[in-house]
């Protein structure tokens, strides 16, 4: 099985920051990875796949790049709707989550 | 517009069995490469792929809970049914359908979501 692990678990963060969330995978996994956001008690949104190709209406300051073990997701600017838990999800071998980050106000 | 919504008890009991219906629509299940899947989300708590199912019936699960899945489709009534046996406190979840996308799209990362069902294991 492939594990996903995200760090860091918890980011306390302002509006206007640039936040960048890790992802790892416990081996090779192309660039078969997606990001999703998910507010609380709502499903999850995809926004990135492929790795770094934005999901259509994603705004362009969410931006991802990495390919094989190591990815990360950008946030240039944070914004107020951008406070949510953030996941990772391989796709290249069934299908993997990470455990979430939660990008919290400071 | 494609759309999932998922439908099923909201409380079962220890041992019982979970049957959780997904009805689809926007989409045809008949077009190669599209796939819907389930996955869960117990309270305050990461999310878990389960399984997933292909437009051939090609059928796939998750390796640590194999042994009490079974997903199936019914295309003519577009819907795909889960089944979990052997229900416990543990696997109480909001429990989600996704929609994976067709061949030649190049995502195939889950791009549609049911709004989910929150199902309690409880005696």
């Known amino acids: 099985d492939i594990q996903m692990t995200q760090s860091p678990s918890t980011l306390s963060t302002s509006v206007g920051d640039r936040v960048t969330i890790t992802c790892r995978a416990s081996q090779g996994i192309s660039s078969s990875l997606a990001w999703y956001q998910q507010k609380p008690g709502k499903a999850p949104k995809l926004l990135i796949f492929a790795a770094s190709t934005l999901q259509t209406g994603v705004p362009s300051r969410f931006s991802g790049s990495g390919s094989g073990t190591e990815f990360t997701l950008t946030i240039s600017s944070l914004q107020p709707d951008d406070f949510a838990t953030y996941y990772c999800q391989q796709y290249n071998s069934l299908w993997t989550f990470g455990q979430g980050t939660k990008v919290e106000i400071k | 517009q494609i759309t999932l919504k998922e439908s099923g008890p909201t409380l079962v009991k220890p041992t019982q069995t979970l049957t959780l219906t997904c009805t689809l629509s926007?989409?045809?299940?008949?077009?190669?490469?599209?796939?819907v899947g389930w996955i869960r989300q117990p309270p305050g708590k990461a999310l878990e792929w389960l399984a997933l199912i292909y437009w051939d019936d090609d059928k796939r699960y998750s390796p640590s809970l194999k042994s009490r899945l079974t997903i199936t489709k019914d295309t003519s009534k577009n819907q795909v049914v889960l089944t979990m046996t052997n229900m416990d406190p543990v696997d109480t979840a909001t429990y989600y359908c996704?929609?994976?996308?067709?061949?030649?799209?190049?995502?195939?990362?889950?791009?549609?979501w049911g709004q989910g069902t929150l199902v309690t294991v409880s005696s």
């Open positions: 926007g989409f045809s299940f008949s077009t190669s490469g599209v796939g």
């Open positions: 996704v929609h994976r996308p067709a061949y030649g799209t190049s995502n195939y990362a889950f791009d549609y």
